[in-house]
């Protein structure tokens, strides 16, 4: 059997293709109306019956969920192998129940039940992590004979964190394998098992990883072992993943200020239809595990909203019942469509502005500094990143570069792949590093 371990790309920036160099016969390039008439006819071509007939089906990857399943991993996992072109469902394993409580409050809707799919064949499974999440699995007899169906037909299976050693360990399917898991499950893995301390191990057709800090690079190494590694060099660099996995993290910071405000932050998270699940989650489920009081408000007419790759996140309040509070700090994921929300919502850009001019606590990634903060004046005598291809839109771009800027009192960041370092870097300026350190290593970050 063959056996590797392996990481994730280093590669955190774009792939740029060099121009090819005209022929020594061409001398001029076709007029305009030819140009266009050429696009037309390969675009015709491309969407052919021929053509479509031609084109490989999206790969189909099954990702359970159960309450107490770590939704960092859950929502990393889907949303990375749909950025890949995947058919992912998301099905929950709890008996007639679509939504799930996840760990530390994060709700989630799933796509289907299990049961609704039992007989649907996947060319990936892949298991979060979390407890009770992972005993869960490992109890749903169901959910083991998929997985084993799966092993027999050859086909990717692949689990994180706990799930390694409750679920695919107890069912027999890391026999003889290298594998690796949380650092705490370790010794649960059978003895039958070659336990590795890999951020993430790849053993024939299983890959395993550690937890929510190895998430990221697990899920494009199972991009990797779908599509092949121009695919997931395709998908990893827009995500700006961090060049080096597993180092200290840092924020270049400016001005600086305290921002003590009690060992219970009350902190506003609001989502939107649009908004980067991945952000949204990393953000909310570390700073609950930091101790912090977040609310999760929905800008839509529900509780339920549809992020940005599908993923259906449900809030804790809508925006109205959120706004009859105070917060020591409002904090807003990115997701083009999440940000364009934010940035016309009256009432929200009304709180936030309130919450500048009191000099409290504010903050945004990826898309949202240049879509809903830098149009509404929110950066005016700010240093501050965004999404890199939006640095244009940032009036003073002298810190873009940065992965993550703390000016007084705002802080802004890059996009999914910097979204841990954002929310530890929170986390250290409002409990200090200390805690921010533990809490990386705890979540197997660094």
């Known amino acids: 059997m063959k056996e590797m371990a392996t990481r994730p790309l280093a590669s955190a920036l774009p792939i740029s293709k060099t121009p090819r160099a005209p022929s020594s016969g ?16 390969r675009a015709l071509a491309s969407s052919s019956p021929q053509a479509m007939a031609s084109a490989p089906a999206p790969k189909k990857v099954l ?18 192998l749909r950025r890949a072109g995947a058919d ?60 084993k169906k799966q092993v027999e037909k050859g086909k990717l299976y692949a689990a994180i964190c706990a799930a390694p050693a409750m679920a695919l360990g107890t069912w027999g399917l890391l026999n003889g394998l290298k594998a690796t898991c949380y650092p705490s499950f370790m010794d649960k893995l059978p003895s039958e098992v070659h336990a590795v301390e890999s951020r993430v191990q790849i053993d024939g057709k299983c890959v395993t990883s550690r937890g929510p800090g ?23 660099g827009p995500m700006v993943m961090r060049p080096q996995h597993g180092v200290e993290f840092s924020m270049k910071e ?13 902190i506003l998270v609001p989502i939107a239809n649009g908004t980067e699940e991945m952000e949204a989650t990393m953000i909310i489920d570390i700073l609950r595990r930091a101790k912090a009081n977040v609310v999760v408000a929905s800008l839509e007419d529900k509780l339920e909203v549809v992020a940005s790759r599908k993923v259906k996140m449900v809030a804790d309040v809508l925006l109205d019942d959120a706004l009859k509070q105070q917060y020591d700090l409002i904090l807003l994921p990115g997701g ?29 990634i990826c898309a949202s500094p240049a879509i809903a ?26 810190e873009c570069k940065n992965r993550v800027v703390v000016d ?5 960041s890059q996009g999914p792949g910097t979204s841990m370092e954002f929310s530890l870097a929170i986390v250290e300026k409002l409990f200090g590093r200390e805690r921010a350190v533990e809490l990386a290593k705890t979540m197997v970050f660094i």
């Open 26 to 41: 061409s001398h001029h390039s076709p007029p305009p109306l030819v140009r266009r008439l050429q696009t037309l006819a």
């Open 63 to 80: 990702v359970p969920v159960a309450n107490g399943t770590e939704p960092m991993e859950a929502v990393i996992t889907v949303d990375v």
């Open 88 to 147: 992912v469902s998301v099905a929950s394993v709890e008996p007639g129940s679509a939504t799930v409580a996840a760990a530390w409050g994060v709700k989630l809707a799933a796509d289907t039940l299990l049961a609704d799919i039992a007989d649907a064949e996947f060319d990936l499974i892949s298991l979060s992590g979390g407890m009770p999440g992972s005993s869960t699995f490992r109890d749903c007899k169901l959910l083991e004979n998929m997985v």
């Open 214 to 236: 190895t998430a990221m690079e697990y899920s494009v190494v199972l991009v990797e072992q779908l599509y092949g590694k121009e695919k997931a060099e395709e998908v990893d």
């Open 254 to 266: 400016l001005n600086s200020t305290s921002w003590n405000v009690g060992e219970t932050p009350n």
């Open 336 to 364: 083009l469509g999440g940000a364009e929300a934010y940035s016309k919502s009256d009432k929200l850009m009304g709180l936030i502005k309130k919450q500048a001019e009191a000099n409290k606590l504010y903050g945004a």
């Open 373 to 398: 903060l830098e149009p509404h004046g929110l950066l005016k005598g700010k240093k501050a990143t965004s999404y890199p291809a939006m640095w244009n839109k940032l009036a003073d771009q002298s």
């Open 408 to 412: 007084g009192n705002l802080i802004t």
